[in-house]
DNA sequence: TTAAACTTTCAGTAATTATTGAAAGTTTAA
DNA sequence: TTAAACTTTCAATAATTACTGAAAGTTTAA
């Protein structure tokens, strides 16, 4: 496999990959290209080498920089911008972990506190109720917790934890 | 607040958490009706609570089923089918993560494997893509490892395991 | 200032994904 | 058998989500 063709290839896979995980196919893409560049790319350099719009490219450029995984960077004395992906996948780990704790398992927390705390009125509905999302509730907030551990960690926190239990 | 309203709460929250992971709505919400419902229901009923129709209901347990997390039940004498949802949290999580891991994690390992395996031809670019892609594939592959172990592991093991990070 | 060089926004449109509902298929009791 | 009771399929349609491109906005050098 030649170059081009596995770039690419690394790049359609990790768009695929995002659908998966709710997360749009230009927005993965950019990512993994950038993941892969050398050089910071300018907007322009992204949209010819993904064939996608300045309009695209633009909005999932501000999104992954909400992220925390993409940065802004200037070349002396040139006006244009350009943009780089945090290179170290710890970093990139531990960024994921953060915002999709905050954006999806924490309002997700809530809700299962709030539900499995309601008045037992003594039926067979509420009881199962209240049992079930209890129970979602401690696998979420232990699950949870772990990721704040990671998040708060230093780098390599998280593959030597790993390796504890792969090896 | 009262059983209905929290009932529904959760119901549609797990179908917007869903969403966020690449599930769709009605699958979501089929599975946390079941979660909860203390005795197994049948087409009809699922229908009648979530206001779907007939053809995305059969399809959508279908995918339960096929993932593990719903099963068929019949009642003696009759005629219908009921479906009841896996009721333990471990399992779920177990059955959960062996989809996911076999359907998107073992594919992209299989690309960043080939990719970060090309010929290195002493470019900045093929360095760089062949560090970047071996680096995620470690990653990846360190996870799905874990998720390879909760999954051939007894029920308690993930929650004994995280406990020891947690607390 | 101003105008060139660039970035962002957003209404309109395209593409994708989910849903419906009726027809086809299956099972079972009589 | 057969026909009633049920389930599944799938083409058509609706709903959602993503994308485009031109206009508006911003920045900077002269």
Known sequence: MEYKEAKDKFISTWGV?????????AMAQIHALLWVS???LSVEEIMEELKISRGNTSMNIRQLMDW???YKETK???RKEYFASEKDVQELARQVAKERSRREIKPVLKVLKEVSNIDN????ETKELKKQT???YELASTMDSMLDKLIAQE???FTKMLMKFVK
């Open 121 to 124: 009125d003594g039926t067979d």
């Open 76 to 78: 002396a004395g040139e």
């Open 17 to 25: 990959l995002g659908s998966h995980w709710g997360i749009n196919k």
């Open 155 to 157: 780098k390599n926190w």
């Open 68 to 70: 925390g995984i993409v």
């Open 38 to 40: 050398p050089e910071p």
């Open 134 to 136: 209890a129970s979602l």
